[in-house]
Every structure is written in C-alpha cells, then in structure tokens.
C-alpha cells in the first residue's frame, strides 16, 4: 500500500492551508464551503511522473489528487 504523510508539506496542497497542531505546523486544503459544489467529483491518479498533490478547482467542482509511487 502506498504510505506518505504529507501534512507536513505546504507544497502539496493547492489552495493551501496551515493550522498548528501539538506545536506541530500542519497543512491541508483551505477550501471556502460556499465553494463546495452539491456534487464533489475526486479525481485520483497515480504518476510517478508528477509530484505529489491534492488542488481543488471550485469552478469544476473536482477535487484533483495525484499519488507519486516512493515519493
């Protein structure tokens, strides 16, 4: 199985988001819920090719992941 802790990583997240936590900085999506449509789509791919992600686009409503296998 795939295992990679990422809140940790302000780069992954796309509108980012940060939150302290147990004096630890963590971060996330920062998503305004009146952006949140009725239907959220997920998109998740797995390419070596492209870094690790997690972006939201309000205006398609598609919350796009991307999983880098070992990284």
């Known amino acids: 199985m795939y295992q990679a ?3 940790t990583s ?4 796309s509108p980012s988001g940060s939150t302290t936590f ?7 999506l920062e ?3 009146t952006d949140l449509p009725g239907t959220l ?3 998740v ?6 870094p ?6 309000s205006a398609t409503g598609e919350l796009h992941i991307n ?3 070992g990284g």
């Not at 302000?10 to 997240?13: G, L, R």
């Not at 147990?22 to 996330?28: E, H, L, R, S």
């Not at 791919?45 to 492209?50: A, I």
């Open 5 to 7: 802790v990422l809140y």
């Open 10 to 13: 302000p780069s992954v997240w």
């Open 22 to 28: 147990n004096a630890t900085t963590v971060y996330g």
């Open 31 to 33: 998503i305004d819920p």
């Open 41 to 43: 789509e997920i998109v």
């Open 45 to 50: 791919e797995w390419n070596p090719d492209n």
């Open 52 to 57: 690790n992600s997690w972006t939201f686009d």
């Open 67 to 69: 999983i880098k296998p």
